[in-house]
């Protein structure tokens, strides 16, 4: 089985996508596998001067690294296209490689198609097709609208199989370790499903749960970006001010109201943690009666999030 993925982050193998690309791969036990960072490729824009169908069919006039992968694109059992989602599309350098794929088409109109297109000039039809992607967003829903219509013409409609995560960034997260080795757990049988016959509706339903519920994200990735909101969004928020928000934002409510006092006695800050019936606040300011103060080093509390050392540790 010759597997070729196509990664089309500009952040290459450290990209957040490919924490589920390696999964995938993993699980299907594929060795013959060979990955392709398109940033560190030298493929430029598409001419659209046709001239691979007219004047030197099969063959681009531009000499760069393009012929070299429409060469392993051909002989693929598997072409995997792995990208994290940019505005709404695929990442620019991995578009201009789509674009370029125009040298692998016959000029000539396609029979049988809805809305038009063009034959293959090589037979491909022992090829699969897979894409992998995450966002930033919640929810992959609706996120896609752009994407998978573009993979619908190439691949064909129905003819590949998608991988699509929201909440994408919290794979590189060391906290939040322990729920995403859980997702990556279920797209690891999602490849050895897929590699043994398909993968099962159970599975695509579990991949399709998004990792928090959104409230519980968007808290998390507004407090990321180390900035404050609102009417301070230009001032840099402190470090240990997000950390607190983040940790607050996994607490869901339970009907019992709590406030809990943080003290981190290394950097001699402190935050309460409103716990209500709708969710939490974090406040730095006009506290109220805490019902629990727990006073810690700062450092240790992020050790402990890291799985660096176990919070029952004696």
Same mark, same amino acid.
């Given at each position: 089985?010759?597997?070729?993925? *196509?990664?089309?982050?500009?952040?290459?193998?450290?990209?957040?996508?490919?924490? @589920?690309?390696?999964?995938?791969?993993?699980?299907?036990?594929?060795?013959?596998?060979?990955?392709?960072?398109?940033?560190?490729?030298?493929?430029?824009?598409?001419?659209?001067?046709? $001239?691979?169908?007219?004047?030197?069919?099969?063959?681009?006039?531009?000499?760069?690294?393009?012929?070299?992968?429409?060469?392993?694109?051909?002989?693929?059992?598997?072409?995997? #296209?792995?990208?994290? *989602?940019?505005?709404?599309?695929?990442?620019?350098?991995?578009?201009?490689?789509?674009?370029?794929? *125009?040298?692998?088409? @016959?000029?000539?109109?396609?029979?049988?198609?809805?809305?038009?297109?063009?034959?293959?000039?090589?037979?491909?039809?022992?090829?699969?097709?897979?894409?992998?992607?995450?966002?930033?967003?919640?929810?992959?829903?609706?996120?896609?609208?752009?994407?998978?219509?573009?993979?619908?013409?190439?691949?064909?409609?129905?003819?590949?199989?998608?991988? &699509?995560?929201?909440?994408?960034? &919290?794979?590189?997260?060391?906290? *939040?370790?322990?729920?995403?080795?859980?997702?990556?757990?279920?797209?690891?049988?999602?490849?050895?499903?897929?590699?043994?016959?398909?993968?099962?509706?159970?599975?695509?339903?579990?991949?399709?749960?998004? @990792?928090?519920?959104?409230?519980?994200?968007?808290?998390?990735?507004?407090?990321?970006?180390?900035?404050?909101?609102?009417?301070?969004?230009?001032?840099?928020?402190?470090? $240990?001010?997000?950390?607190?928000?983040?940790?607050?934002?996994?607490?869901?409510?339970?009907?019992?109201?709590?406030?809990?006092?943080?003290?981190?006695?290394?950097?001699?800050?402190?935050?309460?943690?409103? @716990?209500?019936?709708?969710? $939490?606040?974090?406040?730095?300011?006009?506290?109220?009666?805490?019902?629990?103060?727990?006073?810690?080093?700062?450092?240790? #509390?992020?050790?402990? $999030?890291?799985?660096?050392?176990?919070?029952?540790?004696?």
């Amino acid at each position: 089985m010759e597997v070729l993925i *196509l990664n089309g982050s500009p952040k290459g193998d450290k990209s957040n996508t490919m924490y @589920l690309t390696r999964a995938f791969l993993n699980g299907a036990g594929w060795d013959d596998v060979e990955v392709i960072d398109v940033i560190k490729t030298n493929v430029k824009g598409c001419l659209g001067c046709f $001239s691979c169908w007219n004047k030197t069919p099969g063959k681009c006039v531009i000499n760069d690294g393009m012929a070299e992968i429409l060469a392993k694109m051909i002989t693929a059992d598997v072409i995997i #296209w792995s990208f994290p *989602l940019y505005y709404f599309g695929v990442p620019g350098r991995l578009k201009n490689l789509i674009d370029r794929q *125009l040298p692998l088409s @016959l000029p000539f109109m396609a029979e049988g198609t809805e809305s038009g297109g063009h034959p293959m000039r090589y037979d491909v039809t022992h090829q699969k097709h897979l894409v992998i992607s995450t966002c930033g967003f919640w929810t992959s829903k609706g996120n896609y609208d752009a994407v998978i219509p573009m993979f619908d013409h190439f691949c064909g409609k129905d003819k590949y199989t998608a991988v &699509l995560c929201g909440q994408g960034e &919290l794979f590189s997260v060391p906290e *939040l370790k322990g729920r995403t080795d859980a997702y990556l757990e279920t797209v690891r049988r999602a490849g050895a499903e897929y590699a043994a016959g398909g993968i099962r509706a159970g599975t695509q339903a579990k991949l399709a749960e998004p @990792l928090y519920p959104r409230d519980v994200f968007e808290k998390m990735a507004d407090a990321s970006w180390g900035i404050a909101k609102g009417e301070n969004a230009d001032v840099p928020a402190d470090e $240990s001010h997000n950390f607190t928000t983040q940790m607050a934002a996994l607490y869901r409510p339970d009907g019992v109201e709590r406030v809990l006092e943080f003290h981190y006695t290394d950097i001699d800050k402190t935050y309460q943690i409103l @716990l209500t019936k709708q969710g $939490s606040e974090v406040i730095t300011e006009n506290f109220k009666p805490y019902t629990t103060r727990i006073e810690t080093p700062y450092s240790l #509390w992020r050790s402990i $999030s890291r799985n660096e050392i176990s919070s029952n540790r004696n």
